[in-house]
């Protein structure tokens, strides 16, 4: 199991094993991309995974609207800064606030300020159809929401 060296076998030295790991580690850092996850103002993919849960709340506010008869509303805030789901009744309850990572604005095509979108029990929306845009500094995502059917798609090059 043990094997212990002979006088004329040579192992490595421990300055050795560091300088063959330094001068790895420097190759492997040179090579990797430069990523922009961070930086919300320029990273395309925040900007999606933005996107991607607007998209999820919209169907959750539809779902709910057509399936479990709940009037819930989606409101786009006029500070373009974020939205939030809100639950209408006796007292009204917000139900999700999403506050939008800096650099990341959201726009409407609807002169509504702020906007907000529900659904009816056949899942048309109120009121009726719009496009949402959300930007960052380099990109922009379409969602369109269809006026009589209530799909929800994301539009352009994502």
Sequence with gaps: MWRVLKENEN????????TVVSIFSIIVLITLPKTDFFSSKTSQMR???????LISDIRYVQYKNIHENESLYLI??????????KKTGTMVKKVKTKILP??????WNINENPLEISFSDQGAPTPG???ISLLNSKKRIDITILPATGRVMIKGNY
């Design 11 to 18: 192992g490595l030295t421990l300055i050795e094993l560091i």
């Design 47 to 53: 900007l999606r995974m933005v996107a991607n849960e």
């Design 76 to 85: 786009l805030q006029s500070d373009h800064k974020g939205y939030y789901i």
């Design 102 to 107: 800096d650099g990341i604005t959201v726009y």
């Design 129 to 131: 159809g719009c496009t």
